[in-house]
């Protein structure tokens, strides 16, 4: 059973209901009302009003080969067109991209000057580097305004991107360049955090030393000036040689279900995948969820705190703001230093109108700089959003009262990388709030709670498996180069009126009043500060240590990240040791070089072995209840070796 306390509602303020796009709850039913009985003309109807379409599509909707959905089939489209040249008419002057630097420098880019910038770009991956429609290129960058021209650029002549999280280490990139067959990897030498220069460009040569054929070219961009090696014949200076490239560069008309980027993310089991999203649905869906969820006016700055190399970073950074015509702003910095009032600063000097960021940094944010926010002006503040992880209600009520003075809504943003855009969440001037709750399901999003077994919704206060029972236009397309493991990954588990229906991974409820609380991932995926984390794949490192025999990893509450890395491991040949801080440190430093600090384990215990049934599967529910303290509830009979449980205990009772 879940958690049915009974939360607060906080109504929609009047004010904001007034303009906003979606007023109330019976405009909302009515949206989604049409999309229920009239499915694809209302797609339909947005398609044709959101994008610009260089020539028309034919069917909304193929579903006949599901789960391999298409969307506006033969429809010719450009994205960035639909970004940015579209807007030059009416905002040609206005600021599309505001950046602010790790240490204070800013710049505004005019949507004219994205354009100019981006054409060189495109020019350059073009006419130097020989890329073309189809071309993976992959991007590892820092948040720098050249992350957001090389996306850009690439859509712009129709390669692929693939956007590797700047956090990754050597090895994790070499996986994705080689997984991806890129053709091109675009980089920076380093740029600044904490008023320090970090490196990038070292990372990207060591990946490229064994096993990526497939890249013959790098371009690096100048950040941080410090020295990098460079191989002749290899690397190539984006300083240098941007200036020399013409500034018009035609859109590439691609199809609308043209692949667009791809992003890898964690799964239960083996390496990460690569999530494949094509052009026009994505770009749909981007748009539209901007301007429902935001509700971002002609004059509003909006600021998202993601980085470009999650996924959020692509929709409601670069894409979706600049879809709509938005000012969006970028930012390279940490959100806590030179303090923990850095945002609400910049809150205050950019009259911020919009505010996205994860639940673990308002956390971070909260405990280390309750006082911040009272030393400036929020008062331009109109909706806050989070996205990530489920919020916890002490963190919810500080982010509502001290951040938002009470008066603006919380949009709980409910998604994942395979959905490209949101999927559940309250509307700004609409919905009736409750805390850390992700509300309702969007219009157009046949989002539903399932019982697995049955198929069938479940009951207020059931809790049950968060699925959607229609494809939407942004869903994901597949998995690169995996056909199998996407039908498997997604569609494999629930099944609804004998159909396989979308499943997400995660566990949800309804409430009375038919309000949609997310739980939790239901699979062995662990959710660290919002970011997905496999635990085949951190276990996987950990055996690359000589001395580890087996390994299991689950996730435990953490009171900063959301849930921290637990790790199970069970050494070569020697005694278990209950604690020991050079193994540790050893172990996690092979994790560091093989994924990245992200995947560090926050504990380690060395036990004698692990609970595994007689089939050899490991029973994680009892690490996981072990991790917590909690006490075992599950059978344990079926084990191979049950008095393992309670050694287990021991040695994890002792390190704490
Ligand atoms: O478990 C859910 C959690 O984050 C997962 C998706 O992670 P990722 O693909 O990295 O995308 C993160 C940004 C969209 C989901 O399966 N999650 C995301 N948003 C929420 C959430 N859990 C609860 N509440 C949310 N608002």
Same mark, same amino acid.
């Given at each position: ?10 109504? %929609? ?26 499915? /694809? $003309? ?10 610009? +379409? ?12 599901? %789960? ?22 009416? @905002? ?17 880019? !005019? ?52 956007? &590797? ?54 371009? &690096? ?11 002749? *014949? ?17 859109? /590439? ?21 690569? =999530?494949?999203?094509?052009?026009? $649905? ?18 509003? !700055? ?6 470009? *190399? +999650? ?52 956390? #971070? ?38 951040? $938002? ?15 490209? $855009? ?62 199998? @493991?996407? &039908? ?5 588990? =629930? ?8 499943? !997400? ?64 491991? #069970? ?9 020991? =801080? ?75």
């Amino acid at each position: 059973m879940s958690d049915t306390t009974v939360k607060p509602v906080f109504q %929609p303020n009047r004010e904001f209901a007034k303009t906003a796009r979606i007023k109330n709850m019976c405009e909302y039913k009515e949206l989604a009302t049409w999309a229920e009985e009239d499915y /694809e $003309g209302f797609w339909d109807h947005f398609a044709k009003e959101k994008i610009d +379409w260089f020539e028309p599509y034919g069917k909304v909707l193929d579903d006949s080969n599901m %789960p391999f959905a298409k969307w506006f089939e033969g429809g010719k489209l450009n994205v960035a067109h639909q970004c940015i040249d579209r807007h030059l008419d009416s @905002r040609k002057n206005k600021a599309a991209i505001i950046f602010e630097g790790d240490r204070g420098d800013k710049k505004i880019v !005019t949507y004219l000057e994205l354009y100019y910038n981006v054409n060189k770009m495109a020019n350059l991956l073009k006419n130097e580097f020989g890329i073309k429609k189809g071309d993976r290129v992959v991007i590892y960058m820092p948040m720098i305004l050249e992350a957001a021209y090389a996306m850009l650029a690439c859509t712009r002549i129709g390669a692929i991107h693939s956007i &590797v999280f700047g956090g990754f280490s050597a090895e994790a990139l070499r996986d994705r360049i080689i997984d991806a067959e890129a053709k091109l990897v675009i980089t920076a030498d380093g740029a600044f955090r904490k008023d320090k220069p970090y490196m990038l460009k070292p990372v990207v040569d060591k990946a490229l030393e064994e096993g990526c054929d497939c890249v013959n070219k790098v371009l &690096v961009v100048q950040r941080n000036g410090e020295d990098v090696d460079w191989k002749a *014949g290899r690397d190539y200076s984006y300083n240098e040689m941007i200036e020399q490239q013409s500034a018009v560069c035609e859109s /590439e008309p691609m199809d609308s279900e043209d692949p667009m980027f791809l992003l890898y993310t964690s799964g239960s089991t083996g390496k990460p995948k690569g =999530v494949q999203h094509n052009t026009a $649905g994505y770009i749909l869906w981007a748009q539209m969820t901007m301007e429902w969820v935001f509700d971002v006016k002609e004059n509003d !700055t909006y600021w998202c705190t993601a980085d470009i *190399g +999650w996924i959020t970073g692509h929709t409601y950074i670069v894409y979706g703001p600049l879809a709509m015509g938005a000012t969006t702003l970028m930012f390279e910095g940490v959100p806590t230093y030179p303090d923990a009032g850095r945002p609400w600063k910049m809150v205050e000097e950019y009259k911020i109108n919009q505010f996205y960021t994860a639940p673990t940094a308002i956390r #971070v944010l909260h405990k280390t700089g309750a006082e911040e926010p009272a030393k400036y002006d929020l008062s331009s503040l109109k909706v806050l959003g989070t996205v990530g992880e489920p919020i916890d209600p002490p963190a919810w009520k500080w982010y509502y009262e001290e951040i $938002g003075g009470g008066k603006c809504a919380i949009v709980d943003t409910y998604w994942q990388t395979e959905t490209g $855009g949101h999927m559940v969440t309250p509307l700004p001037g609409a919905t009736p709030i409750k805390p850390a709750c992700a509300t309702f399901p969007l219009p157009g999003i046949m989002g539903e709670i399932l019982d697995p077994e049955t198929g069938k919704k479940v009951g207020a206060g059931e809790s049950g498996y968060m699925c959607v029972t229609k494809p939407w236009p942004s869903m994901i397309r597949g998995v690169w180069g995996d056909p199998e @493991r996407f &039908v498997k990954s997604y569609f494999g588990d =629930v099944k609804k009126d004998g159909q396989p229906v979308y499943f !997400t991974g995660d566990g949800a409820n309804y409430d009375d009043d038919g309000y949609i609380t997310i739980t939790g991932r239901t699979d062995d995926v662990i959710n660290v500060s919002g970011h997905r984390m496999g635990t085949a794949e951190v276990e996987a490192a950990c055996k690359k240590h000589p001395n580890v025999a087996e390994v299991a990893v689950v996730g435990k509450p953490h009171e900063l990240k959301g849930e921290g890395i637990f790790a199970y491991v #069970v050494l070569k040949g020697e005694e278990s040791m209950a604690e020991d =801080v050079e193994m540790s440190k050893e172990i996690n430093n092979v994790i560091k070089q093989e994924i990245g600090n992200i995947a560090v384990c926050d504990d380690i215990a060395f036990v004698p072995g692990l609970p595994k049934t007689r089939s050899g599967k490991i029973m994680r529910r009892i690490l996981r209840s072990i991790a917590k303290g909690e006490a075992i509830t599950q059978d344990t009979s079926t084990l191979e070796d049950p008095s393992v449980v309670e050694k287990i205990q021991e040695v994890v009772n002792a390190c704490r």
